[in-house]
């Protein structure tokens, strides 16, 4: 019995057929990875050092990695006045390759986006570790730390033990010291340092319980210059420290002759002393100003040579705040002039405190008192003594008389007695009846 002949398409059709095989399917799917691992996160504490380049900085990140389905994430960690914008997020979250430019040389980059048969490799727990540097993004991102959950998870899962941080905080160099330009002598040291100190400078604070305190109370002395220039020698200076404000005012009266222009020579300015530092200047006080004293004012070297008596008497009443040696000089100088016999000191330009007596030894002192008084209109100008010369000259024939001094010291409030003024009027002039107006002006100014 012959068998059958072979059908040519059955053999081709089984042979067509792919052979069934069954495969068993893995215990961990996706499913089961999504419902064991759903909201647990690995946290590792990244920084991204970008110091290499022009402006970078070193930056710290959280890298996020979520087990439930093999994504990450990249957060910035937000750093109050860094001087970047507040976007938190810098590498939203997805699936990362850890090359993404390791694709075939034929993949079309720039009309295809690379999808999961191009990536050869994702970014997996086993490469994380502290210390490892990872390259997401051509971004390298240096791990230093992880939280606990991280820890007890690569414990169970990859035995590691060693979790020590990585330390990456950098050290911040002493901020720089602000240097004080010198100053410029524009203006006061106050005004100088509010320009360092504000953007928009403001005035100095001034001390106003104090100004109305010391209200019109001025310490004045007298001086000379401490210089070689023989043209300086017969140069005097009037100095007048206000309390108020602790400003110093110098005036220079004019000589006639000298060559020099007398007048304002320094404006009410705090002054301060040679050498001291511009952050806490040391200015003048009263007990620096003595008999012999040198004050160094803006590279002008003064000497102090005489006092008002009111200085003493100011001195005096704040003892405890001055030294020994201001006040012995000091009353060294007025040893001579104590109030002894119902007398005191004539004091320049103020008020007549010497009372007439009987005594005949009293007319030297009044008429000295009287002169010295009389002698302050030489601090003024010449115009001053001028008018004061023409408003008694009622014939404009050029002098005056003793009745026309009587009247001026009248005017100025000074004593008007027919013996003090027939010695004013002969140490005027040389005939008290015509006192002419330059023997007016060489008294006042106290020329032979």
Not at 220 to 246: H, K, N, Q
Not at 261 to 279: H, Y
Not at 412 to 424: A, G, M, Q, W
């Amino acid at each position: 019995m012959e068998d059958c002949p072979v059908d040519p398409y059955q053999v081709d059709r089984k042979n067509r057929e792919p052979k069934k095989t069954m495969q068993t399917p893995s215990d961990f799917d996706k499913l089961r990875q999504f419902l064991e691992m759903d909201r647990k996160v690995l946290r590792f504490y990244c920084v991204w050092d970008d110091r290499d380049v022009m402006f970078g900085q070193l930056r710290k990140f959280i890298v996020h990695y979520y087990l439930s389905d093999d994504t990450m994430e990249v957060r910035e960690v937000r750093v109050i006045n860094d001087g970047y914008d507040p976007f938190p997020c810098l590498i939203q979250r997805h699936r990362i390759p850890k090359d993404r430019y390791n694709i075939e040389p034929s993949f079309p980059l720039g009309a295809m986006e690379i999808t999961d048969e191009e990536v050869k490799e994702y970014f997996s727990p086993i490469d994380f570790k502290i210390g490892k540097t990872l390259l997401i993004y051509n971004r390298r991102f240096l791990i230093y730390d992880v939280d606990n959950f991280t820890k007890a998870f690569y414990w169970k899962n990859f035995g590691m033990t060693d979790f020590t941080p990585v330390d990456v905080e950098v050290k911040k160099c002493d901020p720089p010291v602000m240097e004080i330009p010198p100053y410029n002598m524009h203006g006061s040291i106050e005004d100088s340092m509010q320009n360092l100190r504000k953007v928009v400078p403001e005035p100095p604070r001034k001390d106003y319980i104090k100004m109305l305190d010391q209200q019109g109370k001025i310490l004045r002395y007298e001086a000379m210059l401490d210089s070689t220039r023989p043209g300086d020698r017969c140069r005097r200076f009037i100095i007048s420290y206000r309390l108020s404000d602790d400003t110093i005012n110098i005036y220079e009266p004019p000589i006639r002759n000298s060559g020099v222009v007398g007048g304002k020579f320094l404006e009410p300015t705090r002054v301060s002393k040679p050498n001291s530092p511009l952050d806490k200047p040391e200015y003048y006080g009263p007990q620096d100003f003595y008999i012999g004293a040198v004050v160094e004012i803006f590279k002008h070297r003064f000497v102090i040579t005489n006092a008002d008596y009111y200085v003493l008497k100011y001195l005096e009443k704040h003892c405890h705040q001055m030294s020994a040696c201001t006040m012995q000089s000091l009353r060294d100088k007025f040893c001579g002039y104590e109030e002894t016999d119902n007398r005191q000191l004539p004091v320049k330009g103020g008020p007549i405190k010497v009372k007439r007596s009987e005594r005949l030894e009293d007319l030297p002192c009044l008429v000295e008192e009287v002169k010295s008084q009389l002698k302050k209109l030489a601090i003024t100008s010449n115009n001053r003594k001028d008018r004061i010369f023409l408003g008694f000259d009622f014939g404009r024939n050029g002098c005056i008389n003793r009745e026309n001094l009587q009247d001026i010291c009248l005017r100025h409030h000074l004593p008007i007695d027919n013996d003090i003024i027939d010695c004013l009027a002969r140490q005027i002039g040389q005939d008290p009846d015509r006192i002419t107006l330059e023997e007016l002006r060489e008294f006042l100014e106290d020329k032979p």
